[in-house]
């Protein structure tokens, strides 16, 4: 999917350039650029897959590593000792 600037600036600011999910620092400059230091994409919280919304509110900021390894899972599964069973809002975990 594709993403203008002001919505990589938002989701990257979302959690002040830190992934999600593990919380190592991303580049924003290395949007997208799989191999690059601090390499990072757009994640859906909640995957396209399980009904999620391509919407602003289930984007966040993953590594490569973590959004490769999430793929289509919820986030219960990829992380069950972080993400409660069917929560649904990442901003209970910003």
């Known amino acids: 999917m594709s993403y203008n600037n002001d919505e990589l600036n938002w989701v990257y600011d979302r959690t002040g350039g830190y992934c999600f999910y593990c919380g190592i620092k991303l ?7 799989v191999g690059n230091r601090g390499c990072w994409e757009v994640d859906h919280f909640i995957p396209l ?3 999620g919304a391509h919407q602003p509110y289930n984007w966040v900021p ?23 069973q069917g929560e649904r809002d990442p901003e209970n975990y910003l």
């Open 27 to 33: 580049a924003f400059v290395n949007y997208g650029k």
């Open 49 to 51: 897959a399980s009904n």
């Open 62 to 84: 993953a590594c490569v590593d973590c959004n490769t390894r999430k793929s289509n899972l919820l986030p219960w599964h990829f992380m069950p000792d972080r993400f409660s």
